[in-house]
């Protein structure tokens, strides 16, 4: 099993649409979480970190359950320059893999117009 | 100010050969990490070094995989004997672990091509 699971998609969505995005992760211990953007054959980057209380960005959303083991991040008012891969990254948990980022496989989403 | 280069940006090599790859963190930041992301895949955790501690090399997939860090500053990765399945963007992050998260920065990666 994966550290760190994703549904790879593609998500096909029109503009304007709200879209939602789920994330697994393994290791009940892990202590810091985040969703990253990546354009293709760019480097990834930092889009927001996820806090238990939730937490929103203008009109991105995430969440995190950790009872569940589980993040979300929110599109509202999908924007054509939202197209982009997701990735939902897990950071600590324990001494073999503290600072240590664990990403998914990422989440690809296409805004239409 | 300055973001973490990698040099080269493209590098084709022949299977057998070796090859490095250097890292340039944000100046100040004392962790830096090592990842590499095959076409259409996630990042896969190669290493993280972290000030003077021992780095964490858990996920050099082979014993052909090193890296150092000198002077707590540049990284350099040795891949030895490529292999075609070795051919991936290789990427870079620096960190200031200060304790805020998501503090890692990316460079834009050197992408490897082994024939």
């Known amino acids: 099993r994966k550290e760190v699971e994703q549904d790879p998609g593609p998500f096909n969505v029109p503009e304007g649409a709200t879209v939602a995005f789920n994330c697994t992760y393994s290791?009940?211990?892990?202590?810091?979480f985040f969703w990253y953007r990546q354009d293709c054959r760019k480097e990834p980057k930092l889009l927001m970190s996820v806090y238990s209380s939730g937490n929103e960005d203008g009109r991105f959303t995430a969440q995190l359950n950790r009872a569940s083991q589980y993040i979300s991040l929110l599109i509202r008012d999908s924007k054509l320059s939202d197209s982009a891969t997701y990735l939902c990254v897990v950071k600590g948990g324990g001494s073999s893999n503290t600072g240590k980022l664990i990403f998914g496989q990422g989440t690809t989403l296409q805004v239409k117009p | 100010g300055a973001g973490v280069s990698q040099s080269p940006s493209n590098k084709v090599t022949e299977k057998g050969k070796d090859v490095e790859l250097r890292c340039d963190p944000i100046?100040?930041?004392?962790?830096l990490y090592w990842y590499r992301q095959s076409l259409g895949q996630g990042l896969e955790f190669l290493i993280y070094f972290q000030g003077n501690s021992a780095p964490d090399k858990s996920g050099l997939p082979s014993d052909r995989f090193s890296a150092e860090r000198t002077g707590g500053s540049v990284s350099t990765l040795t891949i030895q004997r490529t292999q075609q399945e070795d051919s991936a963007v290789y990427l870079c992050?620096?960190?200031?672990?200060?304790?805020?998260?998501?503090?890692?920065?990316f460079g834009p990666g050197t992408r490897l091509t082994v024939l």
């Open positions: 290791n009940s211990a892990s202590q810091s």
């Open positions: 992050a620096s960190s200031s672990y200060t304790g805020t998260p998501g503090s890692e920065f």
């Open positions: 100046s100040g930041h004392t962790a």
